[in-house]
């Protein structure tokens, strides 16, 4: 077992090495594990549901590289297309037909969306949705949500989430006042607030929302909130930015949008359409798409695009998840996980909140309920740091902060969940004999 005190020595090393090459030792700030104070473990392999960091200790996956390994790391039938795609070359900057067949998959399976194009990351989609909602409507002003993450562009690192929320940055330095001046956040699950805005300003272009929220933890929106927003932008003329980055193809095969079935204008997809490549899209009707370039004047594009090997995963993936089954499976080991997680931290005298829709979960130190940022972060960090631990030391790996959703995949088996449960029944023991609780 890998206790806090004493870390793997390659791990060790290898971040040593990085700090001298990469700002913080990461490329991504979340991944420096600074919100549980320790060195990041350094991943050598995954197969299936678990990991295995350059030390050869394996864990339990429950991050799933932040949401795309929806079939679990490694997928045998997606590893040998890889190797034969790549085979025939890995990027062409020229259209080739698996990006057409990608894209019948995400207009079949999204409601939506009409026609899509394809980017290479969740903050090129979400930039190019706001400048198609702003290019449309001829205004310049978005809200946005207290807590929600839409990817690092400068409109949008406006009281921000996920790792942004770890560090306790309220927003960025390096981004224009202007252009932060145009962004209004409004705290998530406010009904009166979204309209209020609406009420005093005359140019919102676009309201952008995670319709279920990943980058504060696990929030679902309140009955009719969801509602509101279709009804507000429709009333107001401005446009609805679904970010289903995390949801889409998650919690239903058609998204947080098929779930709930509310439609936005434009839709933002990432992560999972990729199969565990780069990878991201925006979407919507017809009319809308077709304002962008070369069919209209809103431009925007991407050298690597729609390359072969991205389409190839994500394709085989997004077939795989037309199985209804799928996800039937995934609802029910996803319960059973945190069912019992919920279970025995009861036991061991423990309060915690789990938020979970389908097999995206997050369970909060908060004596509840989680419903925004206001209320999610006064969950208990540190205590939240000594379960991320004492569960690492079970083999079990969560995600390095308590502000960041977790995943099940179609990998993760009963018996792998059962295994979770007793890591965790275990790790509360640990807390609980801790004289430090």
């Known amino acids: 077992m890998i206790l806090p005190e004493k870390q793997p020595d390659k791990s060790s090393r290898l971040f040593a090495r990085a700090q001298e090459l990469i700002p913080g030792g990461v490329n991504s700030p979340v991944r420096a594990f600074r919100a549980v104070g320790r060195t990041p473990l350094f991943i050598k392999s995954a197969q299936g549901p678990f990991i295995t960091d350059v030390d050869g200790h394996r864990y339990i996956d429950y991050v799933g590289s932040w949401g795309p390994m929806i079939l679990g790391h490694a997928d045998p039938e997606i590893v040998a297309a890889l190797q034969a795609v790549a085979a025939n070359g890995t990027s062409f900057g020229a259209p080739n037909e698996l990006e057409v067949e990608l ?153 947080a949008q098929a779930l709930y079935g509310i439609a936005p204008d434009i839709t933002c997809l990432g992560k999972i359409i990729g199969g565990g490549l780069p990878v991201g899209a925006y979407g919507g009707s017809r009319d809308l798409m077709r304002k962008i370039a070369p069919t209209g004047p809103i431009y925007q594009a991407g050298t690597l695009s729609g390359n072969p090997l991205a389409m190839t995963a994500g394709l085989l993936t997004l077939r795989r998840l037309k199985d209804e089954n799928v996800y039937a499976e995934l609802e029910r080991r996803s319960a059973q996980l945190c069912d019992g997680l919920t279970r025995v931290a009861t036991d061991a005298g423990f309060k915690t909140i789990t938020n979970r829709v389908g097999s995206m979960w997050t369970a909060f130190f908060s004596e509840g309920p989680i419903v925004d940022w206001t209320s999610a972060s006064k969950s208990d960090r540190e205590l939240y740091g000594k379960f991320f631990h004492a569960m690492l030391n079970e083999g079990v790996y969560l995600a390095p902060s308590q502000f960041e959703a977790g995943f099940v995949s179609i990998a993760h088996t009963e018996e792998v969940i059962v295994q979770t449960i007793t890591a965790a029944r275990n790790a509360f023991q640990v807390l609980t004999a801790s004289p430090s609780r």
Not at 149 to 169: E, I, Q, R
Not at 182 to 192: E, G, M
Not at 236 to 245: M, P, R, T
Request: include cysteine.
């Open 103 to 255: 894209a019948e998959e995400i207009v079949d399976a999204v409601p939506s969306i009409e026609m899509v194009r394809m980017v290479n990351s969740g903050t090129e989609a979400t930039m190019s949705a706001i400048r198609l909602a702003r290019g449309v409507t001829g205004r310049d002003k978005l809200i946005k949500f207290e807590g929600c993450y839409h990817g690092h562009a400068d409109s949008l690192l406006v009281k921000a989430g996920s790792g942004v929320a770890t560090l306790g940055l309220p927003d960025s330095p390096g981004v224009p006042a202007a252009l932060a001046q145009n962004t209004i956040t409004v705290p998530f699950n406010d009904t009166a607030a979204v309209e209020n805005v609406f009420k005093q300003h005359d140019d919102i272009a676009a309201v952008i929302v995670e319709p279920v929220v990943g980058n504060m933890g696990c929030v679902l929106p309140r009955d009719g909130f969801l509602e509101t927003l279709r009804e507000l932008t429709s009333t107001y003329g401005a446009l609805l930015i679904y970010d289903e980055v995390m949801t889409g193809f998650r919690v239903a095969r058609g998204g």
